[in-house]
């Protein structure tokens, strides 16, 4: 199965795709339901009109795709954006992990 993700995410790749994923992104209650919301909100801005964007969820965190001429830089904002985005878990450390890719 893991084979099939990394072909999967190749053949996206050469389709223009560009992939950033957030792992640990917890939805377990009202604040993590916020968060998880401004988190979309900042995909869609940064997406804006003119280029595809999709996203696609599982128990463990959200991945972003963005296919378009500068979708490699919009990948590098949406990272930027998000990092800023990610509220300090205790003790100390952050929420979620941000890493470039589908799997």
Do not use: K
Not at 69 to 88: G, I, M, S, W
């Amino acid at each position: 199965m893991q084979d099939d993700v990394l072909v999967a995410e190749a053949e996206s790749v050469a389709e223009g795709w560009q992939f950033l994923t957030v792992d640990g992104l917890a939805v377990e209650d009202q604040p993590g339901m916020d968060l998880y919301d401004q988190v979309i909100a900042v995909f869609r801005e940064v997406v804006g009109t003119g280029r595809q964007g999709r996203h696609f969820g599982t128990s463990s965190g959200l991945t972003f795709g963005i296919r378009g001429v500068d979708a490699e830089d919009c990948v590098r904002t949406l990272r930027e954006r998000l990092d800023a985005l990610n509220p300090p878990s205790f003790p100390g450390g952050r929420q979620w992990t941000l890493r470039e890719g589908m799997r």
